[in-house]
């Protein structure tokens, strides 16, 4: 078998681990349920200078635990601009995990964490400051689904997203 038939079955085989592998999941705010976030605001607009809103707002007191929704590997823990402090985890069928607006973050890049794992804390941090402490929780798929996409606006990138609240059984 030539090297490069040798290097495609190995791709084929870790995507297809990947989704094998089950997903555990949990709500990530410690003690929260389905009350409390809307579950109309996924693709919620306007939505500030992003134009729709591509995850859920789970809402809690500050300093409430978020724990990961997943089992995964972290990706990055650290800042960006509108999300303050962030927690981004690989997580099984290759969807990635964006965990926002933290308060203080418990895990560290390149971590496993297993589903229910603390993560960090629920806060106001980048683009929520001054708002109510809020998780906001965005998953998305690595590899695209072109079915997905509908008119709206930025219906497109629908390709990518998934709806939090189906995650989650909302």
């Given at each position: 078998?030539?090297k490069?038939?040798k ?10 681990v990947?989704?094998?592998?089950p997903?555990?999941?949990t709500i990530p705010?410690?003690?929260?349920s ?7 605001s996924f693709?919620f607009?306007p ?14 007191k500050?300093g409430t635990g978020?724990v990961?929704?997943?089992d995964?590997?972290v990706?990055y823990?650290?800042?960006v ?9 690989l997580?099984p069928?290759?969807r990635?995990?964006?965990f ?11 971590s496993?964490?297993g589903?229910?794992?603390?993560i960090g ?11 109510p402490?809020?998780l906001h929780y ?5 590899i695209?689904?072109p079915w997905a ?8 990138k ?6 939090p609240n189906r995650?989650?059984?909302g």
């Amino acid at each position: 078998m030539s090297k490069s038939k040798k290097i495609l079955l190995s791709i084929v085989a870790i995507l297809t681990v990947g989704f094998l592998v089950p997903e555990r999941i949990t709500i990530p705010v410690v003690g929260a349920s389905r009350n409390d976030w809307n579950q109309e605001s996924f693709w919620f607009e306007p939505w500030g200078s992003s134009g729709v809103h591509k995850g859920i707002d789970i809402f809690g007191k500050m300093g409430t635990g978020v724990v990961s929704t997943t089992d995964g590997i972290v990706l990055y823990a650290g800042q960006v601009a509108k999300g303050g402090n962030v927690v981004v985890v690989l997580g099984p069928k290759w969807r990635v995990h964006y965990f926002a607006h933290l308060d203080a973050i418990n895990t560290s890049m390149l971590s496993l964490v297993g589903s229910g794992e603390l993560i960090g804390t629920v806060g106001d941090s980048g683009n929520s400051k001054g708002k109510p402490p809020h998780l906001h929780y965005s998953i998305v798929r690595l590899i695209p689904v072109p079915w997905a996409m509908d008119g709206a606006t930025q219906g497109y990138k629908k390709a990518v997203f998934i709806d939090p609240n189906r995650y989650l059984g909302g």
